[in-house]
């Protein structure tokens, strides 16, 4: 079974950074992409980013792009979320996903069958 932990969530100030670790272990060389998502206080779960490794490619949310990066080490079966000019509204828990997604399903909950516990990130302004 695959187990996805996150890490590396905190209290930052507007215009800082942040790193999220996400280790996998279980299985994780039968998936294609693993991704970030994240859910604000009384919101739905939105997409952030996916990284993935079949197929190729690296995908953002239009709010995020060109402030966060997500990467992947594969020996370490670990994805980070590196984190800059954080504002209030990117306040919210981040989820570490992993999955098989089509390119129809990357941005969407439903391509990703394993989720983390979540990381809470808290931007003050």
């Known amino acids: 079974q695959v187990q996805l932990v996150e890490s590396g969530g905190g209290l930052v100030q507007a215009g800082g950074s942040l790193r999220l670790s996400c280790v996998g272990s279980?299985?994780?060389?039968?998936?294609?992409?693993m991704a970030w998502f994240r859910q604000a206080p009384n919101k739905e779960r939105e997409f952030v980013a996916t990284?993935?490794?079949?197929?190729?490619?690296?995908y953002y949310a239009d709010s995020v792009k060109g402030r966060f990066t997500i990467s992947r080490n594969n020996a370490k079966n670990t994805v980070y979320l590196q984190m800059n000019s954080l504002t209030p509204e990117d306040t919210a828990v981040y989820y570490c996903?992993?999955?098989?997604?089509?390119?129809?399903?990357?941005?969407?909950?439903?391509?990703?069958?394993?989720w983390g516990q979540g990381t809470p990130v808290t931007v003050s302004s």
């Open positions: 279980g299985g994780t060389s039968n998936l294609n992409a």
């Open positions: 996903a992993a999955g098989r997604p089509i390119t129809s399903t990357i941005r969407e909950e439903r391509g990703y069958a394993y």
């Open positions: 990284n993935r490794w079949i197929g190729g490619g690296t």
